[in-house]
């Protein structure tokens, strides 16, 4: 089964606009940490934020914003005002304790083009 | 500068051909690790370390090899590699965190390897 599941293939906006990701994750541990990367047209993996399960607060870093539900099993990401340089595939991950293996289960990814 | 480095960065070789990528790391992380990207599949784990002479398998092993006789290095050799092995690459370090979870992975910028 799916560990991390980003529903939105793709998406595309008029800069300046907000958009939000979403990201669904599935574990039964109780111990957590969720991930955002951010892979731009350039192909490398940039790290946005990590967030253990045991915070729920929402995070803010300028334009970018994560929303944290344990309830609803969902970490998803807000970007306010888009803008050209936002445009990547961005990925949702999960690592958990009880596998033990300190493997990154990765989403998909959502490919967000901002247009101009 | 702290950062992982691959390489090549990019490389076609015909099937049954031996190849080796290397990765570095120059942050003292223990723990280290590779994955493949395909298209619609996200990110998958093929092996990982979680020090010097420690490595197991992740999720898609099959046709890898890796050692880790040094810290900062973690190869991933393919014995003969197939045209099923062609795929974008990406090696990552962290160190070990606590409660059995590591810190954030950090990832190198990719490695396109096309198999004929």
């Known amino acids: 089964a799916q560990k991390v599941t980003q529903a939105q293939t793709e998406i595309s906006v008029v800069e300046k606009e907000d958009v939000t990701l979403d990201c669904v994750y599935e574990?039964?541990?109780?111990?957590?940490?969720l991930f955002w990367y951010k892979q731009p047209p350039s192909g490398e993996l940039v790290f946005l934020i990590r967030?253990?399960?045991?915070?729920?607060q929402n995070e803010i870093s300028g334009r970018y914003s994560w929303n944290f539900q344990k309830s609803t099993s969902s970490f998803n990401f807000t970007i306010t005002a888009s803008q050209v340089v936002d445009s990547a595939v961005y990925f949702c991950?999960?690592?958990?304790?009880?596998?033990?293996?300190?493997?990154?289960?990765f989403g998909t990814g959502t490919r967000l083009t901002v247009i101009p | 500068e702290a950062q992982v480095t691959q390489n090549p960065r990019y490389l076609i070789t015909v099937t049954g051909k031996k190849l080796t990528v290397t990765c570095s790391q120059n942050?003292?992380?223990?723990?280290m690790s590779w994955y493949r990207q395909d298209p619609g599949l996200g990110l998958r784990q093929i092996y990982y370390?979680?020090?010097?002479?420690?490595?197991d398998k992740g999720d898609v092993p099959e046709g890898y090899k890796v050692s880790r006789k040094e810290k900062r290095n973690f190869p991933l050799i393919l014995e003969s590699p197939s045209p099923n092995q062609t795929s974008l690459y990406f090696c990552?370090?962290?160190?070990?965190?606590?409660?059995?979870?590591?810190?954030?992975?950090?990832f190198g910028p990719g490695t396109r390897l096309t198999v004929l």
């Open positions: 990552a370090s962290s160190s070990s965190g606590t409660s059995g979870l590591t810190d954030t992975q950090y």
């Open positions: 967030r253990n399960s045991f915070d729920e």
């Open positions: 942050m003292n992380h223990e723990y």
């Open positions: 991950a999960l690592s958990e304790e009880l596998t033990g293996a300190n493997n990154l289960f």
């Open positions: 574990t039964r541990d109780t111990t957590y940490y």
């Open positions: 370390s979680m020090n010097v002479e420690v490595t």
